[in-house]
């Protein structure tokens, strides 16, 4: 016997999709429903997703729509990646090395394992030419450097390049900043919403606000740069 | 700048050995061109042209350093 857990706009879109994936007529399945879901405000802001739970006797393997089940994870869990070993370590450390020799700048690169990531961090930019306007040529870098890593190697590396700890100072004004909006929003009780954030910047956005009980947080927009809606529960 | 480009767009490809890289020196701008192998196009754009504006932003900040200004330019 499994269990198995689906989301939906509305608890009959969920069991569908429950259906669907497990390739079990709906008649078959066991549900609960946790979560009814909520259209929100004229469909807009503070709809939630219909929760359900299904249990089912039969041997089940899903099917292969394990992408978007981790691209909707993607944001508010961190990516499941493979230790990274020596090997892929000093080499995510060379290749950042060879691009800044060749911009030229004069700084080194120190290389450490940090929770299953590589971190890889340049020291000696004083004027910040390596970071660029709110990071950009940073995100750049790791971005480049990511893609060039990931080839070479067989399992998912993720590499983040930081300069003079600017990732980390952002980080602490971005969690700040989402909690300034958060007492906003339960003083208000209305919605708040960010400017237009990165997927890494929404997540520490979602986390800095989880603990939160009070508090709902939602991604919205499409492509790359969203909003994040904080929410007042009511 | 141009081993800069040369050196990133050699790691991202299949056939490095058919990276092409020439600068075309201004008086102001310099003109970076890439050419590629065709399979190989894709990976130095990227989705939605996502590498090709990370090369153009690390171009960009060794540009400023050099008190230049270059563009990149792939060619197909």
Do not use: C, W
């Not at chain 2, 050419?35 to 939605?48: H, M, S, T």
Request: charged residues 35%; without cysteine.
């Amino acid at each position: 016997m499994q269990t198995f857990e689906f989301e939906g706009r509305t608890t009959e879109e969920a069991i569908e999709q429950a259906s669907r994936e497990l390739n079990i007529p709906a008649e078959e399945l066991e549900i609960d429903i946790l979560e009814p879901g909520s259209a929100g405000i004229f469909g807009l802001v503070g709809g939630k997703k219909a929760k359900i739970k299904v249990t089912t006797e039969a041997q089940i393997t899903p099917h292969e729509e394990t992408e978007t089940i981790e691209a909707n994870h993607a944001e508010s869990e961190p990516v499941e990646t493979d230790s990274p070993d020596e090997t892929e370590l000093a080499f995510a450390k060379e290749v950042l090395e060879n691009i800044l020799s060749r911009i030229p700048v004069e700084t080194t690169v120190h290389s450490q394992r940090v929770n299953g990531n590589i971190a890889l961090n340049i020291r000696g930019d004083k004027s910040g030419l390596l970071i660029g306007r709110k990071g950009k040529t940073l995100d750049a870098l790791q971005y480049i450097v990511n893609k060039i890593a990931n080839k070479a190697s067989e399992k998912k590396v993720r590499v983040v390049v930081d300069s003079e700890d600017y990732r980390k100072r952002q980080e602490e004004s971005l969690v700040e900043m989402a909690r300034d909006m958060g007492e906003k929003a339960k003083k208000t009780q209305k919605p708040v919403a960010t400017d237009l954030l990165n997927p890494h910047e929404r997540r520490i956005v979602h986390l800095a606000l989880k603990p939160d009980e009070a508090l709902n947080t939602k991604s919205k927009g499409d492509g790359l740069l969203k909003k994040v809606l904080i929410i007042p529960k009511k | 700048m141009k081993d800069l480009i040369s050196y990133i767009a050699k790691s991202l490809v299949d056939k490095p050995e058919e990276v092409v890289v020439t600068e075309i020196e201004g008086e102001q701008t310099s003109v970076i061109e890439l050419k590629v192998a065709k399979e190989d196009l894709g990976k130095v754009i990227g989705k939605q042209g996502r590498t090709a504006r990370a090369m153009r932003t690390i171009l960009g900040a060794a540009s400023t350093k050099l008190k230049k200004r270059s563009v990149l330019e792939i060619i197909e």
